[in-house]
T-cell receptor
Framework: DTAVSQTPKYLVTQMGNDKSIKCEQNLGHDTMYWYKQDSKKFLKIMFSYNNKELIINETVPNRFSPKSPDKAHLNLHINSLELGDSAVYFC???????????FGPGTRLLVL | KQEVTQIPAALSVPEGENLVLNCSFTDSAIYNLQWFRQDPGKGLTSLLLIQSSQREQTSGRLNASLDKSSGRSTLYIAASQPGDSATYLCAVRRVFYGNNRLAFGKGNQVVVIP
């Protein structure tokens, strides 16, 4: 069974469009994260939610809006996509009693 | 601001050789350090986690050491196998109450040649 899943796996879209990426974890974890890995392979945190509440919001354009409908889901909506948004977006989750984060397979976003 | 550097960026070794991957970080006030493995087209898998009070952790052929005062960690992989080919990422958790913010390096891209 997949622990942390993301949909879609690949996303190719035009500049200016609005798109969403979904993440679900079936581990019963309390905290979920969104990371961005750019073309230079740097992995940077974007957002973190704990029990549906936002606890980390790094310097990310407000075109990016996370939404956590429940503890098992953390979705990422991106408005007015730009070329620089092209990257791999990873979702992760963690049990608050433990340190290890579990990552999803990533969503490869290409903005044309 | 915590900066994490990994050297070398890429390396190739023949099967059977030992691998030595280096990670350095600028702020020694860390809570813990983790090594992850990333396979092409896949997510990250946690390999080892070292708490700031620990000097090393071992799992099978993997051994990670931590020298917090000098801001360094080393991942040793003994008797490398082609299946060890992947990118290895080092990440440090900064000491910051209330969150689990990780700062990642760019990774060591490893190819083990059969």
């Amino acid at each position: 069974d997949t622990a942390v899943s993301q949909t879609p796996k690949y996303l190719v879209t035009q500049m200016g469009n609005d798109k969403s990426i979904k993440c679900e974890q079936n581990l019963g974890h309390d905290t979920m994260y969104w990371y961005k890995q750019d073309s230079k392979k740097f992995l940077k945190i974007m957002f973190s939610y704990n029990n549906k509440e936002l606890i980390i919001n790094e310097t990310v354009p407000n075109r990016f809006s996370p939404k956590s409908p429940d503890k098992a889901h953390l979705n990422l909506h991106i408005n007015s996509l730009e070329l620089g948004d092209s990257a791999v977006y990873f979702c992760a989750s963690r049990n608050n009693q433990r340190e290890t984060q579990y990552f999803g397979p990533g969503t490869r976003l290409l903005v044309l | 601001k915590q900066e994490v550097t990994q050297i070398p960026a890429a390396l190739s070794v023949p099967e059977g050789e030992n691998l030595v991957l280096n990670c350095s970080f600028t702020d020694s006030a860390i809570y813990n350090l983790q090594w992850f493995r990333q396979d092409p087209g896949k997510g990250l898998t946690s390999l080892l986690l070292i708490q700031s009070s620990q000097r090393e952790q071992t799992s099978g052929r993997l051994n990670a050491s931590l020298d917090k005062s000098s801001g360094r960690s080393t991942l040793y992989i003994a008797a490398s196998q082609p299946g060890d080919s992947a990118t290895y990422l080092c990440a440090v958790r900064r000491v910051f109450y209330g969150n689990n913010r990780l700062a990642f390096g760019k990774g060591n891209q490893v190819v083990v040649i059969p």
